[in-house]
Antibody, heavy 121, light 110 residues
Framework: QVQLQESGPGLVKPSGTLSLTCAVS?????????WSWVRQPPGKGLEWIGE???????NYNPSLKSRVTISVDKSKNHFSLKLSSVTAADTAVYYC??????????????WGQGTMVTVSS | QSALTQPASVSGSPGQSITISCTGT?????????VSWYQQHPGKAPELMIY???NRPSGVSNRFSGSKSGNTASLTISGLQAEDEADYYC??????????FGTGTKVTVL
């Protein structure tokens, strides 16, 4: 079964760029699925960041669109998130997620474990 | 895009039924049947409980059910159990080809 694993620095300086990767195992990133990033600030709710298809097509949260880039590397079977000009408000647990058994329904039945990213000098 | 509106908290006694609402607009909840519900226990990743308004993924208890009327979707948990104590989030597809989550509801089992 498909599994997702996030990786990347746990600490990013203000005004810097947050970079995370989500490794896909047990399946191919070239399958007919959208691959998403979701974040959750400490003690707060979930926020959808954006998604990518293996073709490279993307959709982004309008509130983050100017700072977000999501890309896919089919050779490495992973997809990545870059968030620029970060501030303390970007401190959060970042999850990658996708829908496999529920593909095409805009739902996520597969989630990574999440990775905490803190923005601080 | 604005987060969908959920009550901050809902509580019930074991065995009772509770319902969590999720209110959006005609551009999200009311316009599409792509409403999902997630359960999240502290320190854990969310788990999908309902998709496409009322469908349950394999393995999810039939005590969980979903519905929608107009711009408001609902999640009902029947036969409430201690293990149901968690945070619950709805989500919806939007007319901008994006996804939006709800504000979240903390369910307490008394």
């Amino acid at each position: 079964q498909v599994q997702l694993q996030e990786s990347g620095p746990g600490l990013v300086k203000p005004s810097g760029t947050l970079s995370l990767t989500c490794a896909v195992s047990g399946g191919s990133i070239s399958s007919s699925n959208w691959w998403s990033w979701v974040r959750q600030p400490p003690g707060k709710g979930l926020e959808w960041i954006g998604e990518i298809y293996h073709s490279g097509s993307t959709n982004y949260n309008p509130s983050l669109k100017s700072r977000v880039t999501i890309s896919v590397d089919k050779s490495k079977n992973h997809f990545s998130l870059k968030l620029s000009s970060v501030t303390a408000a970007d401190t959060a647990v970042y999850y990658c997620a996708t829908g496999i058994a529920v593909s095409g329904t805009c739902a996520f039945d597969i989630w990574g474990q999440g990775t905490m990213v803190t923005v601080s000098s | 895009q604005s987060a969908l509106t959920q009550p901050a908290s809902v509580s019930g006694s074991p065995g009772q039924s509770i319902t969590i609402s999720c209110t959006g607009t005609s551009s999200d909840v009311g316009g599409y049947n792509y409403v999902s519900w997630y359960q999240q226990h502290p320190g854990k990743a969310p788990e999908l409980m309902i998709y496409e308004v009322s469908n349950r993924p394999s393995g999810v208890s039939n005590r969980f059910s979903g519905s929608k009327s107009g711009n408001t979707a609902s999640l009902t948990i029947s036969g409430l159990q201690a293990e149901d104590e968690a945070d619950y989030y709805c989500s919806s597809y939007t007319s901008s080809s994006t996804l939006v989550f709800g504000t979240g509801t903390k369910v307490t089992v008394l």
